[in-house]
């Protein structure tokens, strides 16, 4: 694998969004909406503290996840490029982490308004930076565990309404499984639970790193890769 | 001929294959969504298995085909693969649940186990299933029982030896029976087939501080107290004694002490009646002695014999109520120190309502009273006497006052009298001490070790009182201390610092634009010139 090939798909995905109207109304969307709760969080309610910014924020994320990764590869497939791409020496594995890199990085600049958060957060107050840091942690596993499989979902259709609506459908139905799980007893409603989404996330919102959670990230976007690589490949051929 | 048309026409669409998986699918979701074996989705997966087993039967001859092209193949390889992907993560997922590294960084270590409840976790003998009954109705659901699972998942955690089983009252109401579960919200812990039930009240604690009542998560002590008692099952016997109108230990009436017999039965100490008159000596297996409230006078034998059996190193909880008189008892009480008044104690400024004699008696330090202490739970002590200290007659006593009325209270000395006011030189003056331990050890052999507490009144045992938000754990505690039961481990709830911002109104008008408004707008201002550029070229 040559990291010259992924970075030059990579640096054209980000660019791509940062040419485009959707990446600048998405980030602005995200931006307003966890500044209006960091405005009601630290300002009205005094709290010093990011858990509820990012709790709420990850929710969000869910809705604006499938708008930012339905383009990765639907696009490539609708205006032809796909085609250059399945013949042109770089391996499946270069491309799907190329796009990969991108949309992550993306998700970095979204994440940068957080730290403004955080700056304001410590001049005017005193957080315990023990839960901001797992917070931090908890937040870019399950951002990248979203666009993992958002990608995937980019994957299925060139049409990009239909990536949205099955990325959307799959993120939504990892977060509700959970309460499949509420309803089940015994071990179905272990896994159900074990599953979810929401039951990973809490521990670092609390403060809490727990191993078994990072496991479950690194999984989901290891699986929404190879997936991703299988389904591109199985195209290919 | 017509059963062949029949069959091409299913061929041609597809129908049973469609309807087949569609009713699968259907009953896979019901099964998911509420995984109740009922009629209608065994009916769904029953058709919809039909459903695939027709549409393969039908389409044999296609099926066999399409397995034979390379397409068939090299996507029957790639699912293969999926699969063995699938498994290895499922694998290792597995292994990452089954053996979790954990590291609270709280400040306050919210999220970390005392070292108390770890050393009650790794002496368990063997296995501990923990059982929580719980509800989906958010009505009883308050943020402590969410605090409640979570802390019982860092014990499941913690130890190999504990299963966790949180079970949904509504929907197996058998099990909840099966278990005695009339609570929502309510633990159970069971090993080696004895139990240890903990409901909601004991772990959902208020604290009145400043007069309105917080709530108070006490989860880590009920929790770990239950798992202490759970491991060690050996029963201690109190023996009440009667025969002087003692408030009788059976009895559902409101002057009875049904309540707080079922409460020493669930922490596994068996109740017992003693009529001191027909006995030459206390049984060997008196974990202790319990006089609540005689009326009338103990004979010179019957004292004789608690005489005796304390010089042995017995135990004796006295609770002697006011206007009674006490000079049967007097040769125990000349031996520990301990001078009743003849008086009822009255606090004005600590009393529930309307009864000024109804007092809430202040806590020492004492092991009796310091888990109470901590968690500011009330005790309510109705129509109590003093009881005071003096010199012991017995060397080597050691007293200790837990609970004294106020400054401002007094033991009054005429309680018939109409007005409820402190009269100097006839009243005595608070605080008025109203319950005291002792401690003894022989002299001459420093392995008989009596303890005694004597109370000035018995009021607070009873039914009509156990609802008092304290004043069962008093008992309880009294009777532990006493039989040095040591299973009550006090470990104190823990609470978050709360962390606040220090915001003037101009600060607060500075994020609310920046965050709101300048931050978005920004990011909106540079999309539209980078689109208004790029449309120019």
């Given amino acids: ?237 | 001929m017509k059963k062949n048309s029949f069959l091409l026409q299913l061929r041609q669409y597809n129908v049973v294959w469609l309807i087949g998986s569609l009713v699968l699918m259907l009953g896979g979701i019901f099964l998911i969504l509420i995984f109740n074996q009922t009629w209608w989705n065994t009916i769904c997966f029953s058709l919809g298995v039909l459903g695939l087993i027709i549409f393969l039967m039908i389409n044999l001859t296609q099926v066999k085909e399409t397995g034979k092209q390379r397409t068939t193949l090299a996507r029957a390889n790639l699912t293969l693969v999926a699969i063995a992907f699938l498994a290895i993560l499922c694998a290792v997922n597995y292994i990452a649940a089954r053996h979790p590294i954990r590291a609270d960084l709280t400040a306050d270590k919210l999220y970390t186990l005392s070292n108390e409840t770890l050393r009650v976790l790794k002496k368990l003998k063997g296995p501990v299933i923990i059982s929580f009954f719980g509800t989906s109705n958010p009505n009883h659901n308050p943020p402590q029982v969410a605090q409640a699972k979570q802390l019982l998942r860092e014990y499941q955690e913690a130890s190999n030896k504990i299963h966790l089983d949180i079970i949904n009252v509504d929907k197996n109401p058998s099990m909840a029976q099966e278990y005695g579960v009339t609570q929502y919200n309510t633990v159970v812990f069971e090993s080696g087939g004895h139990r240890q039930t903990v409901q909601e009240a004991n772990y959902l604690t208020y604290a009145f501080d400043g007069g309105r009542p917080t709530p108070q998560f006490s989860g880590e002590s009920a929790f770990t107290t239950a798992l202490f008692k759970l491991e060690n099952t050996k029963v201690k016997t109190i023996y009440f004694t009667i025969g002087h109108g003692e408030e009788d230990i059976m009895s559902p009436e409101p002057n009875g002490m049904n309540a707080f017999r079922q409460d020493l039965q669930n922490e596994n100490y068996v109740v017992k009646t003693i009529n001191l008159l027909t006995q030459s000596k206390i049984p060997q297996n008196a974990a202790a002695i319990f006089i609540a409230g005689p009326r009338k006078p103990f004979q010179f034998s019957e004292i004789q014999l608690l005489q005796n059996y304390l010089k042995q190193g017995g135990k004796l909880i006295l609770c002697l109520a006011p206007l009674v008189p006490t000079a049967d008892f007097e040769p125990i009480l000349r031996d520990f120190g301990i001078k009743y008044g003849n008086n009822v104690v009255e606090d004005p400024t600590r009393f529930a309502y309307p009864d000024i004699r109804s007092i809430i008696p202040q806590y020492e330090y004492s092991k009796i009273v310091n888990k109470l202490s901590n968690g500011n739970i009330f005790s309510i002590l109705p129509f109590t006497r003093s009881v005071q200290t003096v010199k012991a007659a017995w060397p080597g006593v050691v007293q200790t006052v837990f609970l004294e009325s106020t400054i401002h209270g007094w033991g009054d000395s005429t309680p018939t009298h109409p007005t409820a006011t402190f009269r100097p030189g006839i009243d005595l003056k608070g605080p008025v001490p109203v319950a005291v331990s002792c401690n003894w050890t022989s002299p001459k052999n420093a392995k008989i070790k009596s303890r005694v507490v004597f109370y000035g009144g018995s009021d607070f045992l009873t039914n009509q009182l156990s609802q008092a938000p304290g004043n069962l754990n008093l008992a309880m505690n009294t009777v532990d201390w006493v039989t040095l039961n040591q299973s009550n481990i006090s470990i104190r709830p823990k609470t978050e610092q709360p962390r606040m911002m220090m915001l003037s109104n101009h600060a607060e008008n500075v994020i609310y634009y920046l965050s709101v408004w300048i931050l978005p707008l920004l990011v909106l201002a540079f999309g539209g010139w980078v689109w208004y550029k790029r449309r120019a070229i």
């Fill in chain 1, 1 to 237: 694998m040559s990291w010259r090939k992924v970075s030059a798909i990579a640096k054209k995905d980000l660019t791509h969004y940062f040419s485009s109207p959707m990446g600048y109304v998405v980030l602005a969307v995200f931006f307003l909406v966890t500044g209006f709760f960091f405005y009601l969080i630290a300002g009205k309610a005094r709290m010093a503290s990011m858990t509820p910014v990012f709790q709420n924020a990850i929710i969000l994320l869910l809705f604006l996840t499938p708008m930012i990764t339905m383009r990765l590869w639907s696009e490539e497939e609708k205006s032809g490029t796909a085609e250059l791409l399945k013949t042109s020496p770089i391996s499946t594995w270069e491309v799907v982490l190329g796009k990969y890199l991108a949309v992550c990085a993306f998700g970095g600049v979204m994440l940068s308004v957080t730290l403004v958060y955080l700056l304001i957060m410590v001049e005017y107050g005193n957080p315990d930076m023990g839960p901001v840091l797992t917070c931090y942690i908890g937040f870019i596993l399950g951002v990248m565990a979203y666009f993992s499989l958002g990608l995937l979902a980019s994957t299925f259709s060139e049409n990009q309404i239909i990536s949205a609506v099955i990325a959307y459908g799959l993120l939504l139905m990892l977060w509700v499984i959970g309460a499949a799980g509420n309803n089940a007893n015994g071990p179905i409603a272990k896994l159900l639970k074990y599953l979810s989404f929401f039951s990973h996330t809490s521990d670092f919102f609390n403060g809490v790193i727990n191993s078994t959670h990072i496991v479950y990230f690194v999984s989901l976007i290891v699986a929404g890769l190879f997936f991703s690589v299988k389904v591109l490949e199985s195209k290919r051929s």
